[in-house]
């Protein structure tokens, strides 16, 4: 059997870093990684090729997730590539701003934020349906508690990973060949955590943003391997059995495929 080919967005730091490299060590996979930083995506490139001494398993696009070109070299990219088969897509690119009360925002930031978190994914998911459909293949929407949780100041986060989480549910329905899986990944120690810690108190009730400040302090945040190893497991070996659903990363029905 061939090593499953993946593409992973948002590859160069955080959760999608960890998946990168746990699909590749764990599992064989030839990985796609993209993202907008050349250097972080070369940094990563270079620590798979010289330290863990594994050639020829990662490539990289540099592009902004929302450019429809980004989404077409990739799959350009991975269907030419290595045994030319695309066994999954991990869908992990995603910003929080505009992180203010409803009144405070402007429609320019919320569909800036849809653009990211949702609609370049519609357009990834079309771009790669056809080779997805020829390997029976996996879609992994990296979701959030935000998808079926309100959080005061952030309307757009919550209303794109919630359109999102629908999305995946609509695949899995018409495209029964491909299985459609969304991970919330919990409170992970990455930017995003960062962001709300910096800028949360005038967005956010005081007594949220000081939980989200708490968890950092009392060292409570989870390693992005911890829902890294999930994702990562899901994009290779997800059954068909549970395409359209949406799960906590930790939830028991997964656990087969966390770390020991």
């Known amino acids: 059997m061939t090593n499953p080919t993946l593409i992973i967005t948002g590859a160069s730091r955080g959760i999608g870093r960890s998946i990168a490299l746990l699909a590749i060590q764990n599992l064989n996979a030839n990985v796609i990684g993209v993202a907008r930083s050349q250097a972080a995506l070369q940094e990563l490139s270079s ?21 429809e070109s980004t989404a077409v070299e990739v799959v350009d990219v ?18 929080l701003e505009p992180l203010a009360p409803i009144a405070n925002t402007n429609v320019k930031d919320w569909k800036h934020n849809f653009d990211v978190n949702f609609f370049s994914i519609i357009t990834l998911v079309q771009h790669a349906l056809p080779a997805l459909r020829e390997s029976k293949g996996r879609v992994i929407f990296v979701s959030s508690g935000a998808a079926v949780n ?14 999102l989480k629908m999305f995946g549910e609509i695949l899995a329905k018409e495209e029964p060949e491909v299985t459609s899986v969304s991970i919330r990944p919990g409170v992970v120690d990455t930017e995003m955590q960062a962001v709300i810690r910096r800028e949360g108190a005038t967005g956010m009730v005081p007594t949220q943003h000081a939980q989200f400040v708490d968890l950092h302090t009392s060292k409570k945040l989870l390693h992005p391997d911890q829902p890294g190893h999930v994702i990562a ?17 930790d939830d028991e029905e997964l656990a087969a495929h966390q770390l020991p």
Do not use: M, Q
Request: net charge positive; glycine share 10%; aromatic share 12%.
């Open 150 to 163: 309100a959080y005061h100041g952030w309307g757009a986060y919550c209303a794109s990973k919630a359109a």
């Open 47 to 67: 620590h798979i090729e010289t330290e863990l001494k594994l050639k020829d398993r990662f490539k990289f696009v540099v592009g902004d997730v929302t450019a």
């Open 233 to 249: 497991n899901l994009a290779v070996k997800a059954p068909s059995s549970i395409s359209g659903k949406f799960f906590s990363w």
């Open 78 to 95: 991975a269907t030419k590539s290595w045994s030319g088969r695309l066994d999954g897509l991990v869908l992990n690119a995603g910003i």
